[in-house]
């Protein structure tokens, strides 16, 4: 049976590949054909914190070590956010006499990897930022083209264990020629470093990425706003089938705290992103988090569905207007269903066991996830719930008979 509820998300491959330009996968370049980024990282979506969403580049290594504290002290770390990410900003616009990456001597005095020992005395892992081009995306420091090799190695010597590889400034070639460099690099670099490839989507990346990273932006970059939300998740949709263990489709950080959307629409984001597999990453000042925002982020049941060891990637089954239904399998025989309401108004929303691999006549138990309950009732053939506008429900759903 448990095959039946995986079998449901592959059967759309054809029609997914059918969605893309043949042209395009005849012009990946063949190099990405010997690279194979097997530093066993990966296995679940990656959790941690990211600078960008909240600070963009008002970053230092005081707050890096402030969110790696509150990161331990609020219990976020024992649920599984474990990487403290440092986005674009961290370093000297030049490079030293040996053409070395610099960290900016005005934020970050002490050198990042007396902040890398810091934050893995913490039992947590340094991520660090650089950019497939001549500069990264603020212009405020050098990106690593040309520069792999050495860059590379600097990171494994400073302890770092994730980087975020950004697209801008760089020579005009095609990013299937440019990230293969880097993905070298780290391999050769001695140290298993996560590599998240932010190449926007844009040369459809989830079509060739599991080779060169252990995840891939599938979108442009997300804004704290209801419609960029959604809009992110759907586009990362299409490519559901080619998310696997060790390289996971992105749809970009969580927005979640940052103060632009609602409390239910914070909960719908947080719902998509567990069920899609999608990289958590907190984007939002935690050193500061309501008691709401750690509500939302805390939910370990969530989570749970995020992490869980099938690794398949849950999508949308069923749209009718505002009403969505988003389903993927999870281990134990168990199917994990996201009911979205889209638009504004108060509605009921529908899972229906043919649309979300449960065989027809099944008894089913649901677990409401953001209730904490087990629901008394059982369900047979379907699943009805009512929620308001722009929020959802999220349930685990298990046969019993």
């Not at 980024?37 to 070590?65: R, V």
């Not at 999508?315 to 134990?332: I, Y």
Request: aromatic letters at 10%; one cysteine or more.
């Amino acid at each position: 049976m448990e095959r039946a509820f995986i079998n449901f998300v592959f059967c759309g491959l054809l029609l997914l590949i059918g969605c893309v330009s043949s042209t395009t996968v005849r012009d990946l370049d063949p190099l990405i054909r010997r690279d194979l980024l097997a530093n066993g990282l990966a296995n679940t979506p990656p959790m941690g914190w990211n600078s960008w969403n909240h600070f963009s580049c008002k970053i230092d290594e005081k707050m890096i070590k402030e969110t790696a504290d509150a990161l331990v002290s609020t219990g976020l770390a024992k649920l599984g956010y474990k990487y403290v990410n440092i986005d674009d900003c961290w370093a000297e616009i030049a490079r030293d006499d040996k053409g070395n990456l610099v960290p900016k001597k005005s934020t970050f005095p002490s050198g990042i990897k007396a902040l890398a020992d810091y934050v893995h005395n913490k039992g947590l892992k340094l991520g660090i930022y650089s950019d497939a081009g001549y500069f990264t995306c603020s212009q405020t420091m050098p990106g690593s083209l040309g520069h792999e090799e050495q860059d590379a190695k600097t990171f494994a010597s400073w302890g770092i264990d994730y980087l975020k590889y950004d697209n801008c400034f760089n020579d005009g070639s095609k990013p299937t020629v440019r990230y293969p460099v880097m993905t070298r690099a780290l391999m050769k670099a001695g140290r298993p470093i996560f590599f998240s490839l932010c190449e926007w989507g844009d040369l459809h990346p989830a079509l060739w990425g599991a080779k060169i990273g252990n995840s891939w932006r599938t979108t442009g970059d997300i804004a704290d706003t209801w419609e960029s939300m959604t809009s992110r998740i759907d586009m990362n949709d299409v490519y559901a089938e080619l998310a696997r263990p060790g390289g996971w489709n992105d749809p970009d950080m969580l927005e979640v705290g940052n103060g632009g959307m609602t409390k239910d629409e914070y909960i719908s984001h947080f719902s998509l992103w567990a069920i899609s597999k999608a990289p958590l990453l907190i984007g939002c000042d935690v050193r500061n988090a309501t008691k709401e925002t750690m509500q939302i982020i805390s939910n370990s049941e969530v989570i749970a569905v995020n992490q869980d060891a099938l690794g398949v990637q849950g999508k949308k089954v069923r749209m009718e207007g505002d009403q969505e239904v988003w389903a993927g399998p999870l281990s134990g025989y168990r199917v994990a269903v996201v009911l979205q309401n889209r638009g504004p108004h108060r509605i009921n929303i529908t899972a229906r066991w043919d649309d979300i691999g449960i065989p027809p006549n099944s008894v089913v138990e649901a677990r409401d996830l953001w209730l904490h309950k087990t629901l008394k009732k059982q369900f047979v053939g379907h699943l009805t719930a009512t929620m308001n506008g722009h929020a959802c429900k999220m349930f685990i759903l298990k046969p019993i008979s």
